[in-house]
């Protein structure tokens, strides 16, 4: 599996950020809701596991924070743009 500049992934990805100390990015979403929040988690799982790629989340209420790596490249990969760019889709209107 092949390494992905940090760099190139965030100049495709202009909502996500880096992740300090780590060779990851992040993202943070506020929903309306606790139910807005648990139904895009549900959405960005289901596409996940068809993808075989899983994030690092957090959810408290309505707010979801989104960490991607992929841990066997020890960096990101292509799958993790992929992931992002759905995720990204997922989030609809928060996006």
Same mark, same amino acid.
Do not use: C, K
């Given at each position: 599996m092949q390494r992905l500049d940090r760099t190139e992934a965030l100049r495709r990805l202009p909502l996500w950020t880096p992740v300090e100390g780590r060779e990851a990015i992040s !993202?943070?979403? $506020?929903?309306? +809701?606790?139910?807005? /929040?648990? %139904?895009?988690m549900t959405r960005v799982?289901?596409? #996940?596991?068809?993808?075989?790629?899983?994030?690092?989340?957090?959810?408290?209420?309505? !707010?979801?924070? $989104?960490v991607l +790596?992929?841990?066997? /490249?020890? %960096?990101?990969t292509e799958?993790?743009?992929?992931? #992002?760019?759905?995720?990204d889709e997922a989030a609809g209107d928060r996006a």
């Amino acid at each position: 599996m092949q390494r992905l500049d940090r760099t190139e992934a965030l100049r495709r990805l202009p909502l996500w950020t880096p992740v300090e100390g780590r060779e990851a990015i992040s !993202r943070s979403f $506020i929903f309306r +809701t606790f139910n807005e /929040a648990f %139904g895009f988690m549900t959405r960005v799982a289901l596409a #996940a596991e068809r993808m075989d790629h899983h994030p690092e989340w957090f959810n408290v209420y309505n !707010r979801v924070e $989104i960490v991607l +790596t992929t841990h066997d /490249a020890s %960096g990101l990969t292509e799958r993790d743009v992929s992931l #992002a760019n759905l995720i990204d889709e997922a989030a609809g209107d928060r996006a």
